[in-house]
């Protein structure tokens, strides 16, 4: 089951060894990358979970605009404010209330939020990535460590989705 869940393993920033400019071009490619995973998959396949007891494909594709949305925003506070505190959010109750939003609306919002996020990345200098933000519940997160958080975020869901396929003959 742990394989299923984290096909790539659990994010560990110590096994994220690639460069800075690396993980800003992952960010850059997810979007593109997310659109050929699901590509050619039909309505009954997309809403099939890729696990017991997982989300839908469709959900995870919501999630992916849902969670980095939230991360664009904090890179931002954490670029204008002094170590802010952000606010967690429900990821399973916001994965239900996007039931009914057309997907193609969040892979176009991530579309447009990965280059905006990645035109805001290539603006900052090395001292920016030391600056950072309190989750309640992790602590401290530096924006070199929450960019490797969110690299590693794009890779872990589009490998639920290929995996999912691989299983599935689709």
């Not at 997310?34 to 809403?47: F, H, K």
């Not at 001292?127 to 460590?145: A, M, N, R």
Request: charged share 20%.
């Amino acid at each position: 089951m742990e394989a299923l869940r984290y096909p790539i393993g659990r994010f560990d920033v110590s096994r994220q060894k690639e460069s800075t400019e690396w993980h800003i071009w992952m960010l850059g490619v997810i979007p593109d990358l997310l659109r050929d995973a699901i590509s050619g998959m039909t309505s009954e396949q997309l809403d099939t979970p890729y696990r017991s007891g997982g989300w839908t494909i469709r959900q995870i594709v919501h999630h992916f605009a849902d969670s980095h949305m939230n991360g664009y925003a904090r890179f931002k506070q954490a670029l204008t404010e002094d170590q802010p505190t952000i606010s967690p959010y429900n990821q399973d109750r916001w994965v239900e209330l996007s039931s009914e939003i057309p997907m193609e609306t969040s892979l176009d919002l991530l579309d447009s939020l990965h280059q905006c996020w990645v035109n805001l990345l290539h603006t900052m200098r090395p001292e920016h990535f030391q600056k950072g933000y309190v989750h309640p519940e992790e602590g401290f997160l530096s924006l070199d460590t929450a960019l490797r958080l969110y690299s590693w975020h794009g890779r872990h869901h589009l490998a639920q989705i290929t995996s999912f396929r691989e299983r599935m003959n689709i």
